[in-house]
């Protein structure tokens, strides 16, 4: 009962914070010096154009008017309709949203799979030459920046050694579009061509995206294990003649990897912010692009829809981590 | 003074601690010497075409860009970009961040939650997100990467000072200080922010860091600094076009970014080793 009490109190704050964010979002968007009106109107309009269009996306009413407006439309669903693709805003979104996730989710699963069992092999044979290699690995993984990172891959892999294409997410026929996720779909669709050329395509980016992930993951799992493991309980264990690797997997890792899940959960707001640098370098139709591309053009709807959808994915993820956690650990509950 | 001398020596004995350290000293040697260490100093903006796109040779050490400029000059020079970038912002977050998580974590009132909700707010989206949209709007140059980076980065010094401080407020010693009749901002600033000065001094160092590579992809985005400043992201991006005969181009701006980071990471997590005792005991 009280852990439904806490989930039902975790989901419940999602609204202020978005609320709050849409708030700063929008006066933040809304400072800008440059004519929004005069972007779309071109340089020959003349004022009664500009007038009619300033009508015509509310831009003649007050601010807290097109505020209200604005999160009326939200309500509904409706994110207005942006000043540079003339599109809805949420229709850009939904469209480019599946390159994103597919990314994001493509990094953070091959960044956990290396680097749990990597951070495991470290805890355990500590100081060996794996472990300084990794740490070596960790910090430099934090400190490289993910654009830079790309276009070295790009010159390295594509262009000196040929192995992969650049551009885009596929270069043959797109599967049928089924879920947007093009490895999803060409498994649905038994396409096979098209599954391997979007994992080929997938991978630069990828693992560029995911060098930072793979670096947190790493230092939280090495630090996690070692922490339990020289907990009391581990003793006993082994006094008990548990063989070794039953006792770290069943007992030690279970607790250890508690951090290294609320790490995973942060660890997707920070996928999300580095699609944005990736998508660019890697031509990577995705949120990404459109952030930056509305963002130089102050099409300060898409720029409310894409703050939004990212504080929304960020606030979920944290919030699903929190919950999982407390599940998994209900001493959390007291605190 | 003895903890002094005992966290001096620590720091003398963390090898990570004492590159970042010297990392950073060089950085700063870097940015004021510039026109020393420069090799063609007043190529920074002089454009030569006869000299355009040469490869890392003995006269250009890091080659030449499209535009005839020595590069390792540029990459110099850029360095106070990125200094004075990361300094003021900085400051400037925790001239913010700071008051802001010690008055919360002392009063645990109303204003304090609100505060706090605020600051949820925050960081609620990845900084990146929000200091693009900050800087895009407010348009692109070097005074408003900084304006954007500081009014996006102050809520981590809130969190990490306010959480700091909530503990400190049980803490025997703040107890007495009241009984002694100490007033509340006396002893906030007196006992409670001593105390809590050598997180601010960790999140400081690992937040130059943040804030340079933040800044170098405002650059790269073309939301920060403007060309023909020899700032390192803005030089990458302008790079694209010449890739991938001229590799020189991209590659030297981003070790400088890659060192220079680096630095200030290893520092601060060397300082939080030797200043944390919990985190000490998992890391070795």
Known sequence: ?335 | MTTFILIMKKFMGDRLAITGLAIIVCLILTAFLAPYIATHPRDVFAVHPAERLQGPNARHVFGTDDMGRDIFSRVVFGSRISLLISIVAIGVALLIGVPIGLITGYYGNRVSELLMRISDIFLAVPQIILALALAAALGPSIQNVILALSFTYWPWFTRTVHAETRSLKNSIFIEATEALGIGAWRTIVFHVLPNVSSSIIVRASLGMGYTILTASVLGFLGVGAQPPAPEWGVTIANSRRFLPDAWWYATFPGLAIFMVVMGFNMFGDGLRDILDPRIRRAKR
């Open chain 1, 1 to 335: 009962m009280r852990f439904l009490l806490y989930v039902f109190k975790r989901i419940a704050y999602i609204v202020p914070i978005l609320l709050g964010l849409l708030t700063l979002t929008f006066f933040i968007s809304r400072v800008i010096p440059a004519d929004p009106v005069a972007l779309i109107a071109g340089g020959s309009a003349s004022p009664e154009q500009i007038q009619e269009l300033k009508r015509q996306y509310g831009f003649d009413k007050p601010l807290y008017q097109q505020f209200a407006i604005y999160v009326g439309g939200l309500a509904k669903g409706d994110l207005g309709i942006s000043l540079y693709s003339r599109r809805p805003v949420m229709k850009d979104l939904a469209d480019r949203f599946p390159a994103t996730a597919e990314l994001s989710m493509f990094a953070l699963l091959i960044s956990i799979l290396f680097a749990v069992p990597i951070g495991v092999a470290c805890a355990l044979k500590r100081n060996s030459k794996l472990d300084h290699l990794m740490r070596g690995v960790t910090i430099a993984g934090l400190a490289i920046v993910g654009f830079w990172l790309g276009i070295m891959f790009q010159l390295l892999f594509s262009y000196k050694l040929g192995i992969f294409t650049l551009g885009r997410r596929i270069s043959v026929p797109v599967p049928e579009t089924v879920t947007g996720f093009y490895l999803i779909d060409s498994l649905l669709t038994l396409n096979g061509r098209a599954f391997f050329n979007s994992l080929w395509h997938l991978c630069l980016p990828g693992i560029t995206l995911a060098v930072p992930a793979f670096a947190t993951l790493v230092r939280f799992t090495r630090s996690g294990l070692l922490d339990v493991i020289n907990r009391e309980y581990i003793l006993y264990e082994t006094s008990m003649g548990i063989p070794r690797w039953l006792i770290i997997y069943k007992y030690a890792l279970r607790n250890a990897l508690i951090p290294v899940v609320t790490q995973i959960g942060l660890l997707i707001g920070y996928l999300l912010a580095g699609a944005v640098v990736i998508e660019s370098v890697f031509d990577w139709p995705g949120l990404g692009i459109y952030a930056v591309e509305s963002m130089l053009m102050s099409d300060y709807k898409a720029i409310l829809g894409v703050t939004l959808i990212a504080g929304f994915i960020c606030t979920v993820s944290n919030i699903v981590v929190d919950i999982v956690i407390t599940f998994v650990d209900p001493r959390k509950l007291e605190q």
